[in-house]
């Protein structure tokens, strides 16, 4: 059993600048990766950025060079420091974590999703 804890969404004027944090917790053995995805309404949901256990990290175009994935091995957390947004930005954005259980089972998580809106 795993859960993911989020927070930091909110309302932010174009230009301004969130961070949204991840907590895993639970019946963790080792985190493989953690990342991040967005669904805008009517929208499908789209990775926008991800790190690995060994720090690699991607991001979707969308994303470079405005946003940074970041994450605390000791706290089991990822976080997404979006700077420049954008109302494109606006969506409901979700954690998601690919964990080993501490029964040895392989298995993705996700988090319930918090809301960015860019709006002036």
């Known amino acids: 059993q795993v859960q993911l804890v989020e927070s930091g969404g909110g309302l932010v004027q174009p230009g301004g600048s969130l961070r949204l944090s991840c907590a895993a917790s639970?019946?963790?053995?080792?985190?493989?990766?953690m990342g991040w995805y967005r669904q805008a309404p009517g929208k499908q949901r789209e990775v926008i950025a991800t790190i690995t256990s060994g720090g690699s990290t991607f991001y979707a175009d969308s994303v470079k060079g405005r946003f940074t994935i970041s994450r605390d091995n000791a706290k089991n957390t990822v976080y997404l420091q979006m700077d420049g947004l954008k109302p494109e930005d606006t969506a409901v954005y979700y954690c998601?974590?690919?964990?080993?259980?501490?029964?040895?089972?392989?298995?993705?998580?996700w988090g319930q999703g918090t809301q960015v809106t860019v709006s002036s």
């Open positions: 639970g019946s963790i053995f080792s985190i493989y990766s």
């Open positions: 998601k974590t690919v964990v080993r259980t501490t029964t040895q089972r392989m298995g993705d998580y």
